[in-house]
Structure formats: C-alpha cells, structure tokens
T-cell receptor
Framework: GENVEQHPSTLSVQEGDSAVIKCTYS??????FPWYKQELGKGPQLIID?????GEKKDQRIAVTLNKTAKHFSLHITETQPEDSAVYFC??????????FGEGTQLTVNP | NAGVTQTPKFRVLKTGQSMTLLCAQD?????MYWYRQDPGMGLRLIHY???????AKGEVPDGYNVSRLKKQNFLLGLESAAPSQTSVYFC???????????????FGPGTRLTVT
C-alpha cells in the first residue's frame, strides 16, 4: 500500500517568515495530494489540494508543489501569521483507494 | 448545516468495558470514515463505509466494529476496551471515493477516549 512520510515533525518560525513542509509518497499511481490543517481541539480541514497533472497550485498565501518524478510534494506558507499555528497533514491517494496521511507537522508561528 | 458531529466529546473507560461512538452528517454524503489519531502517527483509518448498510476494514480495524444502518450515521464500537485504544477518534465523510472533484473529507471535532 501507499506510504507517506512527512517532515519536519515540528516547525517554528517567526511571524512574517515562510514555512515549508515536505512529504514523500511511495506509490507512483497516487494522483491526488491534499493538505489538511488541524487547529487545537478541532478536526482536520482541507486547505489545498493538487492533482498529479498539475505541478503547482496557489491560494493566496499557501501553495503546493508536486514533483512526480521524485514522488514528493510540499506545502509553502508565505507571510506566516499566528493563526497559521496548527498541525498540518499531507496525504496521498490513488484512484478508488483511500487517503493515506503523513504523520503531521506542528507549525508554531511566533509573534 | 451542522456538518459532521460526534458524540461523546470525551470518555474514560476501564479495561474490558464497551462503548459506542456516534457520528452523524447532514451533507447527504455516501462515504463515511473512522480514524484514530495518535502522536507521531498521523491519522489511521479504522473502518469506512461506501453507503448505507456497507462497511469495510481500513488500516487498523482490530478491536473495533462499525455499523451504518442509516446513511447519515456511522457508529464505531469497542466491545472490550484496551489501553492501546486510548486515542482521539475522528469521523469523516465525503461525497465520493473516486471523483476527485467531490473527494474532500469533512471531519468531525473528535472524541478523546482514555482507557485505564
């Protein structure tokens, strides 16, 4: 089955700096890569996703890049704000299969 | 729309006790999922359902049972709780399993379960 590894497990940045979280996946058949944000005491919520036919996708301050050859994808958050502090999960999925999640990254944005 | 709701929010069990976690969604989603979240291990799928009356095993199904008698409800049961089942449990739902345009999973707020 699919295996997703996520790094780093914790990330601390100063407000206004950029944050990058990286994930690798094992199965080249995976074609869908979402990112979920989990705020304290809440369930995860989708913030951005990318499909295998696209190399990059942006939504305001967040962007995701995908390198199919290397089988890795990354979340980029620019101009970080304290409200970006949360746990971020990457995931990968093949057609007709379930989502496989990474281990999560605790992002802390220091004012 | 309440989205996905879970009851209870917290529960403490003694080893060997049983309990049922209830998940409800009001989005008319076909697919529902139960995950457990443990530190450093991300979200692991326990069981899932592709429609009313159907269930299937996920990655870590041992020690759990599920039922989907109504489309909007998905129940997770622990017949004989063990300390290894101490975790945060999340229910999720989605409209589709294969159509990526409708695959977003919507999560409930979670149930924190402690087994002593």
């Amino acid at each position: 089955g699919e295996n997703v590894e996520q790094h780093p497990s914790t990330l601390s940045v100063q407000e206004g700096d950029s944050a990058v979280i990286k994930c690798t996946y094992s199965d080249s058949a995976s074609n869908y890569f979402p990112w979920y944000k989990q705020e304290l005491g809440k369930g995860p919520q989708l913030i951005i996703d990318i499909r295998s036919n696209v190399g990059e996708k942006k939504d305001q301050r967040i962007a995701v890049t995908l390198n199919k050859t290397a089988k890795h994808f990354s979340l980029h958050i620019t101009e970080t704000q304290p409200e970006d502090s949360a746990v971020y999960f990457c995931a990968a999925k093949m057609v007709g299969s379930r989502l496989t999640f990474g281990e999560g990254t605790q992002l802390t944005v220091n004012p | 729309n309440a989205g996905v709701t879970q009851t209870p929010k917290f529960r403490v069990l003694k080893t060997g006790q049983s309990m049922t976690l209830l998940c409800a969604q009001d989005m008319n989603h076909e697919y529902m999922y139960w995950y457990r979240q443990d530190p450093g291990m991300g979200l692991r799928l326990i069981h899932y359902s592709v429609g009313e009356g159907t269930t299937a095993k996920g990655e870590v199904p041992d020690g759990y049972n599920v039922s989907r008698l109504k489309k909007q409800n998905f129940l997770l049961g622990l017949e004989s709780a063990a300390p290894s089942q101490t975790s945060v449990y999340f229910c999720a739902s989605s409209y589709s399993l294969s159509d990526l345009s409708y695959y977003e999973q919507y999560f409930g707020p979670g149930t924190r379960l402690t087994v002593t």
